[in-house]
């Protein structure tokens, strides 16, 4: 202990430390080994870095040299946005962090306010921009069961169609963008080179590469184009071969090992403290996926498994993601082979304009047509709270309606707001260096978070 | 899946909570509030939605805030995750969570005034100007 | 190569201003949905390193532009200011998207109507969010803009 004493009086403490080998902290230094223990009596640490100020007084059990705040963010390239979080140093050794949100908050509750359900998913597309699909549809579904109406089932298939292959772009670009975080920059031009296969079908259907605005209350905007099944083959044919070659550069590649396992532990009981759901849980040894256990849309119909790891570090949440995409890819294909020939949205006339050539015959049907847009349909009053499994976790969304044609409250639970929360628990005690790697694996979206 | 509705007190709410915790809803997944504003008394309403994943099922809760003290127990000690959401609840609609470890704003910037999502704050939008449009003085 | 037969004479003005196109670094300050179509234009399939672009530069006093895209949020105007301010002359700024560059569809209390109320814009990028040839094209539009304007900013 003398001797540790002396190193740490040493200026050169941290250069000495590191060629003893690794980052022994709680040997060498007596408060944080205080703090640890004092943090193992609770099970779960209630860290929301709110004692980290900028006129921070210091304890009495670390010397003024040794902490400082640094402040990361909120223009970063490695927040994943507008993200800043102020984190709280020893050394190199993260102690606290607080994240501090609300860079990009746009105020898309009040305009969902002022929007009719038919104007709706043009608003909250754009919540969720890496998975805008998932938004839209939540949307739906939740304006859909206040309706008590029932869409037909190939507007049912469709929708599972689209945000399937939303899930694999999704977790496409986390992959890419995780991995330039760590330094794999390969990664990030392989994972945007997927996603444009992705993106191009989005356009040819929905007119649009992102904020789509395609799944609507009702059914989906447009049918699929004619000779779609020839765009989802090649996606089946291509994205799986370039998964082997991830997996060849990195599964076994040392460095990416050494750097993500082990580094970021989340457990169930962690994330079950937190409300956090999605690939976090799954990689945490939980099998929890909404897709199975509360089926929306009909995907109870198509055979898919719900990967699960067991070693909740950062390595294995990066793993399930690439896991998790073959699994979309069988729900394509299987949503590809049986997809029912009908209609693509409900024909209800209270909800669905009629037809374009309709218009040019009938004053009737213009008329129609002229109050559906300008007015919106009027939806009977009451709650509903309906969620759907987006890449990120849970996506729920809670419309109150008061009989109008707009909704009286419109909330949205985006998962990233519940999963950032898990920062400070992920990032503490561990080196700065791995602080990125945590921020990349939870792979938080700020508009989702901010909305 | 079962989704249940009720109503709670605010005098019996964070035993309710803390019963349906020991009851095994292990996650709290959503808190937000409605402004009844001239439509119903009392005007605020916070809802807490709760899932449990061992018996999956949710259970929304409803719990209407008295208007001569917008004030409600913080729930933060059973459910940590409550922290950023009460947070939102408190910055958008002006309700004080008590024993919340740390109750400022989240989204909107620490020196602003008023609670966006109250009915009575409009909505902040700017006319649209248009070329040659008329002058307004 | 360099023979002295090979010799060719401009004047100093237009030397400079195409020097100041062909290595034109961006900071990094994507906020919003236009930031990933932004990183798309500059990853393998439409590759910004073209026009000499690809370092994106997290340090502002290394960047010639700015590209605002995204929703400029109430709290985030005196950043992206301070970010501006930080940067070095000469300095250039787009306006990606409906929402920087007017505020889109959200016209509410919580975004700024348009980044122009903050900095001076010089392209505007329409679409919502812009696809990376639109982004293109606008960068495109500014190397045009460099070539014949005034050489002293």
């Known amino acids: 202990?003398?001797?540790?004493?002396?190193?740490?009086?040493?200026?050169?403490?941290?250069?000495?430390?590191?060629?003893?080998?690794?980052?022994?902290?709680?040997?060498?230094?007596?408060?944080?080994?205080?703090?640890?223990?004092?943090?193992?009596?609770?099970?779960?640490?209630?860290?929301?870095?709110?004692?980290?100020?900028?006129?921070?007084?210091?304890?009495?059990?670390?010397?003024?040299?040794?902490?400082?705040?640094?402040?990361?963010?909120?223009?970063?390239?490695?927040?994943?946005?507008?993200?800043?979080?102020?984190?709280?140093?020893?050394?190199?050794?993260?102690?606290?962090?607080?994240?501090?949100?609300?860079?990009?908050?746009?105020?898309?509750?009040?305009?969902?306010?002022?929007?009719?359900?038919?104007?709706?998913?043009?608003?909250?597309?754009?919540?969720?921009?890496?998975?805008?699909?998932?938004?839209?549809?939540?949307?739906?579904?939740?304006?859909?069961?206040?309706?008590?109406?029932?869409?037909?089932?190939?507007?049912?298939?469709?929708?599972?169609?689209?945000?399937?292959?939303?899930?694999?772009?999704?977790?496409?670009?986390?992959?890419?963008?995780?991995?330039?975080?760590?330094?794999?920059?390969?990664?990030?031009?392989?994972?945007?080179?997927?996603?444009?296969?992705?993106?191009?079908?989005?356009?040819?259907?929905?007119?649009?590469?992102?904020?789509?605005?395609?799944?609507?209350?009702?059914?989906?905007?447009?049918?699929?184009?004619?000779?779609?099944?020839?765009?989802?083959?090649?996606?089946?044919?291509?994205?799986?071969?370039?998964?082997?070659?991830?997996?060849?550069?990195?599964?076994?590649?040392?460095?990416?090992?050494?750097?993500?396992?082990?580094?970021?532990?989340?457990?169930?009981?962690?994330?079950?403290?937190?409300?956090?759901?999605?690939?976090?849980?799954?990689?945490?040894?939980?099998?929890?996926?909404?897709?199975?256990?509360?089926?929306?849309?009909?995907?109870?119909?198509?055979?898919?498994?719900?990967?699960?790891?067991?070693?909740?570090?950062?390595?294995?949440?990066?793993?399930?993601?690439?896991?998790?995409?073959?699994?979309?890819?069988?729900?394509?294909?299987?949503?590809?082979?049986?997809?029912?020939?009908?209609?693509?949205?409900?024909?209800?006339?209270?909800?669905?304009?009629?037809?374009?050539?309709?218009?040019?015959?009938?004053?009737?049907?213009?008329?129609?047509?002229?109050?559906?847009?300008?007015?919106?349909?009027?939806?009977?009053?009451?709650k509903a709270y309906v969620a759907v499994e987006s890449p990120r976790g849970e996506l729920g969304c809670y419309i109150v309606s008061d009989g109008s044609s707009k909704p009286y409250r419109m909330h949205v639970r985006g998962p990233s707001f519940c999963n950032l929360q898990a920062l400070p628990v992920i990032m503490a005690d561990s080196p700065i260096a791995d602080a990125v790697a945590a921020i990349a694996s939870l792979d938080p979206v700020i508009g989702d978070v901010d909305r | 899946m079962s989704l249940d509705e009720i109503n709670v007190e605010i005098d019996q709410y964070f035993k309710t909570v803390e019963d349906y915790k020991k009851d095994g809803y292990e996650m709290m997944i959503d808190l937000t509030a409605v402004d009844w504003y001239r439509k119903k008394e009392p005007r605020f309403e916070v809802i807490v939605n709760l899932l449990s994943v061992s018996k999956n099922s949710r259970l929304i809760m409803n719990v209407p805030v008295p208007d001569e003290d917008l004030t409600i127990p913080s729930i933060c000690e059973i459910y940590p995750g409550a922290n950023f959401y009460e947070r939102e609840v408190f910055d958008m609609f002006g309700i004080k969570f008590e024993n919340h470890p740390e109750l400022t704003r989240i989204l909107m910037p620490d020196d602003w005034t008023g609670n966006p999502l109250r009915k009575d704050y409009g909505s902040g939008r700017i006319p649209v100007q248009f070329k040659n449009a008329p002058k307004v003085d | 190569m360099f023979s002295p037969d090979n010799i060719f004479t401009t004047t100093i003005d237009k030397a400079v201003r195409w020097s100041r196109t062909q290595s034109m670094w961006p900071v990094t300050f994507g906020l919003a949905c236009c930031a990933i179509e932004m990183m798309a234009a500059g990853s393998a399939k439409y590759d910004l390193a073209r026009y000499g672009m690809e370092v994106f530069r997290a340090s502002p006093r290394q960047a010639d532009l700015m590209i605002v895209a995204g929703r400029v949020s109430q709290k985030m105007a005196p950043v992206l200011r301070q970010v501006y301010d930080q940067m070095a002359e000469p300095k250039w700024v787009i306006a990606m998207g409906a929402c920087s560059s007017t505020g889109g569809m959200f016209n509410n209390y919580a975004l700024v109507q348009g980044v122009d109320h903050i900095v001076p814009v010089d392209i505007y990028v329409p679409g919502c969010p812009p696809g990376p040839q639109s982004l293109m094209h606008g960068i495109l539009t500014l190397h045009d803009k460099i070539m014949e304007g005034e050489i002293n900013r």
């Open chain 1, 1 to 382: 202990m003398n001797e540790d004493n002396n190193i740490k009086d040493d200026l050169d403490f941290w250069a000495t430390n590191s060629e003893e080998g690794g980052w022994n902290i709680s040997s060498t230094d007596e408060g944080s080994q205080k703090m640890l223990e004092e943090e193992d009596e609770k099970q779960i640490k209630i860290q929301t870095g709110s004692d980290v100020v900028d006129d921070y007084v210091y304890s009495e059990e670390t010397t003024d040299d040794e902490r400082m705040i640094v402040n990361m963010g909120p223009q970063h390239p490695s927040t994943h946005g507008v993200l800043r979080l102020q984190v709280e140093l020893e050394g190199e050794v993260v102690r606290r962090v607080k994240p501090v949100i609300g860079y990009l908050h746009t105020g898309m509750e009040k305009t969902g306010e002022e929007l009719a359900y038919f104007q709706g998913p043009t608003n909250t597309t754009r919540m969720d921009y890496l998975s805008p699909l998932f938004n839209e549809l939540v949307f739906s579904l939740t304006t859909e069961k206040l309706l008590d109406i029932e869409v037909p089932e190939r507007a049912k298939a469709i929708r599972i169609l689209m945000t399937e292959l939303n899930r694999i772009s999704s977790h496409l670009v986390a992959l890419a963008t995780g991995g330039m975080d760590i330094g794999a920059l390969s990664m990030m031009i392989f994972g945007f080179r997927e996603r444009e296969l992705i993106l191009n079908f989005f356009e040819k259907t929905s007119g649009l590469r992102m904020n789509h605005n395609y799944i609507r209350p009702g059914g989906v905007a447009a049918d699929l184009p004619d000779n779609w099944q020839k765009d989802i083959k090649e996606i089946l044919k291509i994205i799986p071969e370039k998964l082997k070659d991830y997996d060849e550069m990195l599964l076994d590649n040392p460095i990416w090992q050494g750097r993500l396992k082990n580094v970021g532990i989340l457990t169930t009981e962690e994330c079950f403290a937190y409300g956090i759901t999605g690939p976090s849980l799954r990689a945490s040894g939980f099998s929890w996926d909404l897709r199975k256990t509360q089926p929306y849309s009909g995907i109870e119909n198509y055979e898919f498994e719900v990967p699960l790891l067991t070693d909740s570090d950062v390595f294995s949440r990066w793993r399930i993601k690439v896991l998790e995409i073959f699994e979309s890819l069988k729900i394509v294909e299987q949503v590809m082979d049986t997809i029912p020939k009908g209609a693509y949205r409900i024909q209800d006339k209270k909800v669905t304009p009629p037809p374009r050539q309709r218009l040019d015959e009938s004053m009737e049907a213009l008329i129609h047509h002229f109050k559906i847009y300008t007015e919106g349909f009027k939806v009977p009053p009451g």
